[in-house]
C-alpha cells in the first residue's frame, strides 16, 4: 500500500488567517471609529471657528501628534513588539508599565505646554493650556488602545474608541456654544479622559508611573530609535505648519489642515496604523517568514489604492454647495489643496506597509533611517513648496515629498527582509520566495 505523505498546511488554508482575519477586522472597526471621531470634530472646529481660528486649532493637533509619538515611542511601540502574543501575565505586566510611561510623558510634555502657552499669551497661548491640561488623559486613552492590540483584544479597543465618539457629542455642542479654540480643546480632551478611565476598567490594570525609568531602561534598544523615527515623522508635520504659518500666516495652514481634513478617515487611519498591523506582522513572521512581504504589499497598497479613491471621490462628486454646508468658509481655501493632499496620503498609506514589515522584523536601524530620509524630504520640500506658492506650493512639495519617501520605505524593508535572523538561527533565513524552476525529466 502506498504512503501518501500529508502536504503541509499552508498559513492561508488554516485557522491563522481566520483568527488573524478576525482580529483585522476589530482593527478595522476601531480605526473606522477613530477615524470618523477625529473626522467629525475637525468638521465641526472648522466650521464653527473659521479659517484663522481652525489654524490655531491646527498648529494645537500637530504639536499633540508630536507628544503622541514620543508617547507611542517610549512606550507602546516597543509594547507593541515585546508583549504582543505573550502569556497574559507578562502582557499584564508590560501594559502597567507602558501606560504608566505614557502618563509620565503627558505630564511631562504637558507642563512644556503650559509654560509655553502662558509664555505665548493671547489666543493661541490659551490653546495651548488647554492642551497641557487634557495631555494625560490624551495619552493613557491611546496607550490602551495599543494594548488591547497588543493581547489580540481589537474589541475592546473598538468600544473604548466608541465610548470616546459619543462623550464627545455633548461635549462638543457645548464647546459650540461656546465659540472659541480653548473649549474645542478642552471638549476633545475630556472625552479622551472618559475613555482612559473606561480602558482602566475594562483591563483591571493601574497604569505605574512609578516604572517609567525601568521601562526606559529595560527598552532603551528600541525605544531610543523609535522615539527618533516618531518624533522625525510627527517633528516634520510640526515644522512645516509653523514654517507655512510664519511664511504665509495662520490662514494658510488653516487651509491646508481642512483640505487634510477632506481625508480624515485615511489621515487618522494612518496615525493608528501600527494599533493592528505591527502585531499581525510579527505574527505572520513567527509562522510564515515569507509571507511578510506579501502582507506588507496588500496593508500598504490596499490603503493606498483606498485613499485615491476617497479624493477622487471627493474631487469629482461633491459639489461646492456640499463643501461649503460641511466646511464652511474654510471651503474656499482648500478645496483647490485636494488633489495634491490625495497624492500626499496615497505616498504615505503605501509607505506604511513597508513600516509595518520593518517594525515586525525589530529592524530599528533600518526603520529609522527611512524615516529620517522621508522627515528630511517632508519639511524641505513643503517649506521650499510654501516659499514658492504659499498654500498650494506647501502641499505639491509635501505630496512629492511622501512619494519619494515611499520609495525609500519600500527599499530598506527589501534589505531589512534579506537581513532577518530568526530567533536562535545563526544565518540570515529566506523570506522571499525563490523562483521555482521548472523540473527536468
Known amino acids: 500500500m502506498a504512503n501518501h505523505r500529508r502536504a503541509p498546511r499552508s498559513i492561508f488554508r488554516s485557522g491563522a488567517v481566520r483568527a488573524m482575519a478576525g482580529r483585522l477586522s476589530w482593527g478595522l472597526g476601531d480605526q473606522a471609529v477613530s477615524s470618523l471621531t477625529n473626522f467629525a470634530v475637525g468638521l465641526y472646529v472648522a466650521r464653527e471657528l473659521g479659517t484663522f481660528a481652525f489654524g490655531i486649532f491646527s498648529l494645537v493637533w500637530v504639536t499633540y501628534g508630536v507628544v503622541l509619538n514620543v508617547s507611542r515611542g517610549l512606550a507602546t511601540d516597543p509594547m507593541m513588539v515585546r508583549f504582543s502574543a505573550v502569556p497574559e501575565e507578562r502582557w499584564r505586566v508590560g501594559v502597567a508599565s507602558a501606560s504608566g510611561t505614557a502618563i509620565g510623558v503627558g505630564c511631562a510634555t504637558g507642563l512644556i505646554s503650559l509654560i509655553a502657552g502662558l509664555a505665548a499669551g493671547g489666543p493661541l497661548g490659551n490653546a495651548f493650556v488647554a492642551l497641557a491640561v487634557v495631555m494625560p488623559g490624551l495619552l493613557l486613552q491611546d496607550a490602551w488602545r495599543f494594548a488591547f492590540f497588543a493581547r489580540g483584544q481589537g474589541k475592546k479597543a473598538f468600544f473604548n474608541d466608541l465610548v470616546c465618539g459619543v462623550a464627545l457629542v455633548p461635549a462638543l455642542f457645548i464647546a459650540g456654544r461656546i465659540g472659541t479654540v480653548v473649549a474645542f480643546v478642552l471638549a476633545w480632551g475630556i472625552a479622551a479622559a472618559l475613555a482612559a478611565g473606561y480602558g482602566w476598567f475594562q483591563t483591571g490594570i493601574l497604569p505605574h508611573p512609578r516604572e517609567l525609568v525601568g521601562w526606559l531602561r529595560s527598552q532603551r534598544d528600541l525605544s531610543v530609535r523609535y522615539l527618533v523615527e ?12 509653523y514654517g507655512l504659518g510664519a511664511i504665509a500666516g495662520i490662514t494658510a495652514v488653516g487651509a491646508v489642515r481642512g483640505a487634510e481634513q477632506l481625508l480624515g478617515p485615511f489621515l487618522a487611519l494612518l496615525m493608528g496604523l501600527s494599533l493592528v498591523t505591527v502585531a499581525e506582522g510579527a505574527r505572520v513572521l513567527q509562522r510564515a517568514p515569507h509571507r511578510l512581504k506579501h502582507f506588507c504589499v496588500i496593508l500598504g497598497g490596499g490603503q493606498a489604492a483606498a485613499a485615491l479613491c476617497w479624493g477622487l471621490g471627493l474631487l469629482l462628486l461633491l459639489p461646492d454647495s456640499a463643501g461649503h454646508w460641511v466646511m464652511g468658509d474654510v471651503w474656499d481655501s482648500s478645496s483647490p489643496l485636494i488633489l495634491p493632499v490625495t497624492l500626499a496620503v496615497v505616498g504615505a498609506s503605501f509607505a506604511t506597509g513597508a513600516a509595518a514589515g520593518l517594525r515586525a522584523l525589530g529592524a530599528a536601524k533600518r526603520s529609522l533611517r527611512s524615516q ?59 523570506v522571499f520566495e525563490p523562483i521555482k524552476e521548472p523540473i527536468k525529466e
Open 230 to 241: 516618531n518624533v522625525s515623522n510627527s517633528g516634520a508635520s510640526q515644522l512645516r505648519a
Open 372 to 430: 529620517l530620509v522621508a522627515s528630511l524630504f517632508y519639511v524641505s520640500f513643503g517649506i521650499t513648496g510654501a516659499f514658492l506658492g504659499g498654500a498650494a506650493g506647501s502641499a505639491w512639495g509635501v505630496a512629492t515629498a511622501t512619494l519619494g519617501g515611499s520609495v525609500v520605505w519600500w527599499l530598506q524593508l527589501r534589505i531589512g527582509l534579506r537581513e532577518y535572523v530568526p530567533p536562535g538561527a545563526d544565518e540570515p533565513t529566506v
